[in-house]
């Protein structure tokens, strides 16, 4: 029996080019203000409409800022591309979520949020981390402006199809371990390059046991092992996280619609191209030391050294040992106790109102250390609504913290929120890369409670050590 991957793939596929490209037919496509810009251009000059302007949704949410939404955007750079997709929104007759409204937010995190994204779609996006939208259930992959321009003119993408690989993670999460520490742990045992040519199928207990916010974030770091995409198959965890939303289907549509998202499951005897299995037990709340989000280790180990680095020739040597440098650090140095500057909860990784009652739980009745500088943001207006609903906002600004507008923020530095250079920020997004959040900056990627830790305490702080029992 097919797996999962080539279920959804193959229904898609409108046809198969021999030893050449799918042409894939793609249920929902995604745009930001960053990449669309060109595509919208092209498709004007060449007197093109898109072809489904229904199944395509637009926000904006890399350049704006997260603070006075309501006032003209101060960079000319980011108000020209925010102001472009208004334009190419409104000349296409297509849906946009605007800036400082109610469904505005980060793309990864309002699409699931309002049952936009569902089981057994394909959907994409000119940004890397649409894998997201594979908890859904869903073959969901970033593309190329190019590609954008494609699917809204003929809402196909020619795709050559990649392998698949299943990753089974067994046994119980232990204390204090989350989603993002899984996902750090498989992209350490992996590499970043680990999953190249991959599509990744999620799976065994630690995986049915996630709520949909923590298989989102597993999801959206599939690309940092430099998998196409990651996916989960659809469960009743799904669908009781769809149900009610405002893009789900409704009454008889909806019991059509669950009927069939039961079907899409890999067969117990589907074959896949690479099968691994990890063991829960093996993972520990985790933070990473280098430039790139494969360099973790669990929260107390040290940094390796060159002589306990797997199977490294001489050039990977020289990158760690560059890597380490432009971070600060030394082989064989353990992070905990290392002083931090800032801290960053938020991005389509952990911007979701899960990732803000785990950092308030920990916060709770402490403070905010002196000296460091804590950015907030939400995903979307919705999560910031939530966030004052059930009273977080009481705890995190009686801690001394303040929640900023949603936005990508501090992820990517394309905004006002960057890391001032030589900084340390203990960072809840996806990417550590050198100048990843500013230039000269230092980024350690870690979970909502690492985060939440060093946030009180002013330095590497195994949150486990904050918790109640």
């Not at 698949?164 to 371990?177: A, H």
């Not at 899409?264 to 005897?269: A, E, K």
Request: with cysteine.
């Amino acid at each position: 029996m097919n797996t999962l991957f080539d279920k959804i793939w193959d229904k898609h596929a409108v046809q198969v080019v021999t030893d050449g490209p799918t042409q894939l037919y793609i249920d929902r496509l995604y745009c930001h203000e960053v990449t669309s810009p060109q595509a919208f251009a092209d498709m004007r000059q060449r007197g093109l409409q898109c072809f489904r302007p229904a199944q395509i949704v637009c926000m904006p949410d890399h350049n704006i800022p997260t603070h006075d939404q309501d006032k003209p955007i101060d960079d000319p750079v980011g108000r020209k591309q925010v102001e472009t997709l208004d334009k190419n929104c409104e000349d296409f007759g297509l849906t946009e979520f605007k800036m400082n409204s109610k469904d505005n937010g980060i793309i990864h995190v309002v699409g699931p949020e309002k049952g936009l994204s569902l089981p057994g779609m394909t959907i994409v996006c000119g940004d890397s981390h649409t894998s997201t939208h594979g908890a859904m259930g869903a073959v969901a992959f970033g593309i190329g402006t190019s590609e954008v321009e494609m699917v809204m003119a003929s809402q196909c993408i020619l795709q050559q199809k990649p392998k698949s690989m299943r990753i089974r993670i067994e046994g119980t999460l232990s204390k204090g371990v989350t989603a993002k520490d899984v996902a750090l742990f498989l992209m350490a045992r992996l590499t970043t390059s680990g999953a190249t040519g991959y599509f990744v199928e999620y799976a065994g207990e630690v995986v049915r046991n996630l709520t949909m916010e923590g298989r989102l974030t597993l999801c959206n770091l599939s690309i940092e092992m430099g998998a196409r995409g990651g996916f989960i198959a659809p469960d009743e965890t799904t669908f009781a996280y769809i149900k009610g939303r405002e893009y789900a289907p409704k009454g008889e549509e909806w019991e059509k619609a669950v009927a069939y998202w039961k079907t899409l499951r890999s067969g117990d005897d589907a074959v896949f191209d690479k099968e691994l299995v990890f063991d829960a037990a093996d993972i520990e709340p985790r933070i990473t030391y280098g430039t790139n989000p494969g360099m973790g280790i669990g929260i107390g180990e040290a940094i390796p050294t060159l002589d306990t680095l797997p199977d490294t020739d001489e050039a990977g040597k020289a990158s760690f040992l560059k890597s380490l440098e432009y971070m600060g650090f030394q082989p064989g140095e353990k992070l905990l106790g290392h002083a931090i500057d800032y801290v960053f909860l938020g991005a389509c990784t952990n911007g979701r109102i899960e990732d803000f009652r785990a950092f308030a739980s920990i916060v709770k009745g402490r403070q905010k250390a002196p000296g460091v500088v804590a950015w907030l943001v939400p995903g979307s207006w919705a999560v910031a609504a939530q966030i004052r609903e059930e009273g977080l906002d009481k705890v995190l600004t009686d801690a001394g913290f303040a929640i900023r507008q949603p936005g990508c923020s501090a992820c990517l530095a394309m905004n006002d929120d960057k890391i001032p250079a030589g900084k340390y920020a203990v960072s809840t997004s996806n990417r550590n890369f050198e100048g990843r959040q500013g230039p000269g900056s230092r980024t350690l990627l870690a979970s909502p409670l690492v985060a939440a830790a060093a946030a009180v305490t002013g330095k590497v702080t195994d949150p486990r050590e904050l918790m109640a029992d």
